[in-house]
């Protein structure tokens, strides 16, 4: 029989962190929340000892992996949540969200878990192309980077997918950020060759410049690194060359609050209808094939020669 937590406040936020996220590796628990591994311990110790928490060991130099029970879901105050009932089958993209929030927690900023946003799908769904038509997706996290601004968007991404399969989800995202339901997009990728990979798909789609990062993501080192309250241009591009942690650029127009509320409650937005290119006309096309043979250096096309019988 299991002994009855008292949970103090401590405890409590380590599980909530836990159960927004669904599964998530102990280190990224301690880099998120600022807390030593022998407090994190402790603290799991005591939702595993209740019943509130699933531990099971992680393969890749992350430590072990967590989950909250039904129990733990209710107690922690997530009612609503689905709780994880073993460890999915995509643990590793599991792994690789957690360490997209503890950066995100660590600077302050208010975010939500696709297990948060998908009680509200008409609200944070977006609507991308697929083999069967189109289908609906949820980012990994949705940031707040400002209380009267859309959320930023920001995906997990191991590089496991087709390469057609993936141009037509960035395509999906570069439709939410034209629509105004996202503000920009982030990928936080396993390794350098895949964020590389990425880039290279993002601008296949016209998604790149101030709306679109692709990098790798970052370390636990890294993430203490970067400074708690970020300005909102810096949050976009903190690579691992921008964990110096330096200060405010002084900017009026920025005002990094510690705190950043998601927008107020509204009715759910209708559908956004799929992008559809504008037809290009025949002067625009004539003027993209100059450039095209300018640029690689192309004699012009010699009119064809007709033999005569």
């Given at each position: 029989?299991?002994?009855?937590?008292?949970?103090?406040?401590?405890?409590?936020?380590?599980?909530?962190?836990?159960?927004?996220?669904?599964?998530?590796?102990?280190?990224?628990?301690?880099?998120?929340?600022?807390?030593?591994?022998?407090?994190?311990?402790?603290?799991?110790?005591?939702?595993?000892g209740a019943g509130w928490l699933g531990r099971a060991p992680w393969v890749w130099g992350e430590g072990s992996v967590v989950w909250l029970t039904s129990a733990g879901i209710e107690r922690a105050g997530?009612?609503?949540?689905?709780?994880?009932?073993?460890?999915?089958?995509?643990?590793?993209?599991?792994?690789?969200?957690?360490?997209?929030?503890?950066?995100?927690?660590?600077?302050?900023?208010?975010?939500?878990?696709?297990?948060?946003?998908?009680?509200?799908?008409?609200?944070?769904?977006?609507?991308?192309?697929?083999?069967?038509?189109?289908?609906?997706?949820?980012?990994?996290?949705?940031?707040?980077?400002?209380?009267?601004?859309?959320?930023?968007?920001?995906?997990?991404e191991s590089g496991g997918r087709r390469e057609d399969r993936q141009k037509m989800i960035l395509e999906g995202w570069r439709d939410a950020i034209l629509s105004g339901r996202y503000l920009v997009v982030?990928y936080d990728c396993a390794s350098a060759s895949v964020a590389h990979w990425i880039e290279r798909l993002a601008k296949k789609v016209g998604l790149s410049g101030s709306d679109f990062l692709a990098t790798?993501?970052?370390?636990?080192?890294?993430?203490?690194?970067?400074?708690?309250?970020?300005?909102?241009?810096?949050?976009?591009?903190?690579?691992?060359?921008?964990?110096?942690?330096?200060?405010?650029?002084?900017?009026?127009?920025?005002?990094?609050?510690?705190?950043?509320?998601?927008?107020?409650?509204?009715?759910?937005?209708?559908?956004?209808?799929?992008?559809?290119?504008?037809?290009?006309?025949?002067?625009?096309?004539?003027?993209?094939?100059?450039?095209?043979?300018?640029?690689?250096?192309?004699?012009?096309?010699?009119?064809?020669?007709?033999?005569?019988?």
């Amino acid at each position: 029989m299991r002994k009855e937590l008292v949970a103090g406040p401590g405890t409590v936020r380590v599980a909530r962190f836990i159960g927004r996220l669904g599964v998530v590796s102990l280190p990224a628990v301690e880099a998120g929340l600022g807390l030593d591994q022998r407090v994190v311990r402790r603290h799991v110790a005591k939702l595993e000892g209740a019943g509130w928490l699933g531990r099971a060991p992680w393969v890749w130099g992350e430590g072990s992996v967590v989950w909250l029970t039904s129990a733990g879901i209710e107690r922690a105050g997530l009612g609503g949540v689905r709780p994880v009932k073993m460890p999915p089958r995509t643990i590793a993209h599991c792994v690789l969200v957690g360490w997209s929030a503890a950066r995100v927690e660590h600077r302050g900023r208010t975010w939500k878990s696709a297990r948060e946003l998908a009680l509200e799908p008409e609200r944070w769904a977006v609507s991308a192309r697929c083999e069967r038509g189109y289908t609906r997706q949820l980012p990994d996290l949705a940031v707040w980077l400002g209380s009267s601004k859309p959320p930023a968007a920001v995906i997990a991404e191991s590089g496991g997918r087709r390469e057609d399969r993936q141009k037509m989800i960035l395509e999906g995202w570069r439709d939410a950020i034209l629509s105004g339901r996202y503000l920009v997009v982030r990928y936080d990728c396993a390794s350098a060759s895949v964020a590389h990979w990425i880039e290279r798909l993002a601008k296949k789609v016209g998604l790149s410049g101030s709306d679109f990062l692709a990098t790798e993501q970052t370390t636990a080192e890294q993430i203490a690194a970067l400074s708690p309250v970020a300005p909102v241009i810096e949050e976009l591009v903190d690579e691992a060359d921008d964990a110096s942690g330096d200060p405010d650029t002084g900017d009026d127009h920025i005002d990094p609050v510690r705190e950043l509320a998601p927008p107020e409650q509204r009715d759910p937005d209708p559908p956004t209808a799929p992008f559809v290119p504008q037809a290009e006309t025949a002067e625009a096309a004539a003027e993209r094939l100059r450039a095209y043979r300018e640029v690689f250096g192309l004699d012009e096309e010699k009119p064809r020669r007709w033999w005569r019988g």
